[in-house]
């Protein structure tokens, strides 16, 4: 296991190639790329730009500071694959039918390359995809390099070569290492291994080299790390202290009433309300597991700096469009929870950088709420491409200081009928005010002010004092779901 000073001196060393993006002249006529880096549940207070400066990220934070930040980004829905349709097709997870986990992405519904339509462009995927054939290119993708493979074989389509692995699974056997039962190597495997032999640091090289390859023609690059999901463990696990990674909104116990759905998760993972576990050990354990998240963060930094490097050497930074996002939040012992699925900002709130450097000149911020379902009219828009009638809108006239006519944002939630634990399901409204309304069809709903109660602690759905809010946000849900023809029925 790589020690505190070996991790920040292979950070070090890895960093001191990366020089600052350079602002050249663009040349005429040339087709921008679109290099879209996202990660796989990285909530957004995990970097300098959104308030923390203990984590140790370099990279994304020199990232931040060149780019538009977008200080209040929403998922779609705070769960892998309905998050993912969205940033990839710019369609409500209702409108994909991507409305849970391992449901896979309709052969007919398209891509953003799909959308683009432009053969010059050579494309590629690389990293979790979670939508269906995990290992195998599709959806305008001409090049796949995966690293996921075991857990998701039982999702693949009629015919497909179920023993088939992945492109980090081909790797980690070139360096001598032995798969275990049924010829896979699972999450926890890679979590022991160093650096150098990470997922990260496979996409990296991975990445650099399609980079420095495709250099002389247009390109778009999609890289989707898993980290810092779980298993929450890596070589960088003793990186940050307990200073340096401390528990935020915790225990964060709620005032007012909660959903029954809320409720039990908590005692599952705490162990609360039954006869096995302690809740006097869930605090140590969460953060056992906060330290270990800040180093999964830092362990995907080294290889952003890797990537970023690359982007700069190939020549082509001035002329790519850049995205830094996640597909969801963590609730990493917050309100005493963990994972994503609910509604409180920890699960639903993610880091979203933006560049293009001869569109938008100069770093900025962008404080009104927005969501993922406007990241693919935005991409459109830099690629010269009109909005084909997605829901979305783009980005661009915030990026300028503009504003919106309907500035509230929308989420989702559909419940797993296979899963009791997976609760109810739910519409969201977001308003700039700070306001947060959740309608859930089975359960208790929820209504934050959050200019009063920023830890969402409060619940004041229902009182008095609330009424006028509460009834307002409702009529926006039911005009947004007219809007998009959204089924769900709302409680009375």
């Not at 634990?421 to 005010?433: C, F, K, L, Q």
Request: with cysteine.
């Amino acid at each position: 296991m790589m020690t505190r000073r070996t991790a920040l001196q292979t950070m070090t060393s890895a960093l001191t190639a990366f020089p600052a993006i350079a602002r050249g002249a663009r040349r005429a006529g040339d087709k921008p790329n679109l290099l879209f880096l996202w990660t796989d549940q990285q909530r957004a207070d995990t970097m300098a730009a959104y308030g923390n400066t203990l984590f140790r990220v370099p990279a994304m934070n020199r990232l931040a500071s060149q780019s538009v930040v977008f200080e209040r980004a929403y998922v779609s829905q705070p769960v892998c694959t309905p998050s993912r349709s969205t940033a990839l097709t710019g369609l409500w997870p209702h409108q994909s039918g991507c409305v849970r986990n391992n449901i896979p992405l309709p052969a007919e519904t398209k891509t953003l390359p799909e959308l683009l339509g432009d053969s010059d462009y050579r494309t590629a995927y690389m990293g979790k995809w979670h939508l269906g054939d995990e290992i195998f290119a599709q959806h305008g993708f001409e090049e796949w390099k995966a690293i996921e493979d075991g857990i998701y074989r039982n999702y693949y389509s009629a015919g497909r070569d179920r023993s088939a692995r992945s492109a980090y699974h081909h790797f980690l056997t070139s360096l001598g290492y032995q798969p275990g039962k049924e010829n896979s190597f699972d999450r926890d495997f890679a979590t022991r291994l160093p650096v150098e032999h990470s997922k990260p640091s496979f996409l990296a090289a991975e990445a650099s080299r399609f980079l420095l390859k495709n250099r002389s023609e247009p390109w778009m690059l999609y890289v989707n790390f898993l980290e810092p999901h779980t298993p929450f463990g890596s070589a960088l696990n003793d990186l940050h202290s307990e200073q340096e990674a401390p528990l935020k909104n915790f225990p964060g116990t709620p005032l007012g009433p909660e959903p029954e759905w809320y409720r039990r998760r908590r005692e599952a993972v705490t162990g609360e309300g039954k006869k096995a576990g302690s809740p006097a050990d869930f605090p140590a354990w969460v953060q056992r597991m906060a330290r270990n998240y800040a180093g999964l963060c830092s362990l995907v930094d080294q290889a952003l700096a890797r990537i970023l490097w690359a982007l700069e050497a190939s020549g082509q930074a001035d002329n790519t469009i850049l995205v830094y996002t996640s597909d969801h939040g963590e609730m990493m012992g917050a309100h005493r929870m963990m994972a994503k699925q609910l509604m409180y900002e920890e699960a639903i709130h993610v880091p979203l950088l933006l560049r293009a450097p001869w569109v938008l000149r100069s770093p900025g911020r962008v404080a009104p709420p927005v969501g993922h379902i406007d990241l693919v009219p935005t991409l459109l828009e830099l690629l010269g491409k009109p909005n084909p009638g997605l829901p979305g809108r783009s980005l661009l006239p915030l990026c300028r200081g503009g504003r919106r006519e309907n500035p509230n944002v929308f989420l989702e939630w559909t419940a797993d009928r296979n899963d009791s634990g997976e609760g109810p399901d739910g519409r969201t409204v977001i308003s700039p005010d700070g306001h947060k309304l959740v309608l859930y069809d089975k359960d208790r709903s929820l209504l934050f002010d959050r200019r009063k109660d920023p830890e969402e602690r409060n619940n004041v759905y229902g009182r008095p004092e609330y009424a006028k809010v509460q009834r307002q946000l409702r009529k926006e849900i039911e005009s947004w779901q007219a809007l998009h023809r959204d089924g769900m029925v709302l409680p009375d």
